[in-house]
């Protein structure tokens, strides 16, 4: 049993297209976020939701919008996509301190 | 400006020795620290982690210390094992807003252990 899911796992697409990343948690927690893992490794927040609200935007473009349809998803759609929004997303989800992170999605813009 | 550092991009350590991992904070609003490992091409696992209240926590191999004062916490792993190789991320926590936590990383430690 998968606790955090992401779909797809990889995505590859052109500049300006509009792409969309799933994530679902079957944990029960409240919280989920989004990170980005850039071509340096560095893991930085962009989203957090609790209960379907959003907490934390952390001056994410706003090509970028998480949506949240319930408790246990929380997708993440990108508009206008730039080379620059090549990396790693990753999805996680919490109850307290402890994030568990699902897989990854590789997100690659040519 | 990164507020959670660890400086050391890799370490190599012979299988059954200790490893210890570092890491270096400056916001002093943090109040809990955690460990994440990870495996090329998976999502970081939670490893172990510690309040700032206390400055030591123990699970099996792993042990973290956090030495408030400077700012300054560590990861012990003992005895290693082939298995631990992997990238061994700090993160550090503080209060953002309406009761939620947000966790702020560290560039990441990639640990090998030689057999």
């Known amino acids: 049993d998968t606790a955090v899911s992401q779909t797809p796992k990889y995505l590859v697409t052109q500049m300006g297209n509009d792409k969309s990343i799933k994530c679902e948690q079957n944990?029960?927690?409240?919280?989920m976020y989004w990170y980005k893992q850039d071509s340096k490794k560095f893991l930085k927040i962009m989203f957090s939701?609790?209960?379907?609200?959003?907490?934390i935007n952390e001056t994410v473009p706003n090509r970028f919008s998480p949506k949240s349809p319930d408790k246990a998803h929380l997708n993440l759609h990108i508009n206008s996509l730039e080379l620059g929004d090549s990396a790693v997303y990753f999805c996680?989800?919490?109850?307290?301190?402890?994030?568990?992170f699902g897989p990854g999605t590789r997100l690659t813009v040519t | 400006d990164q507020q959670v550092k660890q400086n050391s991009p890799s370490l190599s350590v012979q299988e059954g020795r200790i490893s210890i991992l570092n890491c270096d904070y400056t916001?002093?609003?943090?109040?809990?620290f955690l460990w994440y490992k990870k495996y090329p091409a998976e999502g970081p696992t939670f490893l172990i982690s510690?309040?700032?209240?206390?400055d030591k926590n123990e699970d099996g191999r792993f042990t973290v210390f956090l030495n408030k004062s400077a700012k300054h916490l560590s990861l012990h792993i003992v005895p290693s094992q082939p298995g631990d190789s992997a990238v061994y991320f700090c993160?550090?926590?503080?209060?953002?807003?309406?009761?939620?936590?947000?966790?702020?990383f560290g560039t990441g430690t990639r640990l090998t252990i030689i057999p």
């Open positions: 510690i309040s700032s209240i206390k």
């Open positions: 916001n002093s609003m943090f109040d809990y």
């Open positions: 996680a989800s919490s109850l307290n301190y402890e994030q568990y």
């Open positions: 944990l029960g927690h409240d919280t």
């Open positions: 993160a550090a926590s503080a209060l953002y807003n309406f009761g939620n936590e947000k966790l702020t």
């Open positions: 939701y609790n209960n379907k609200e959003l907490i």
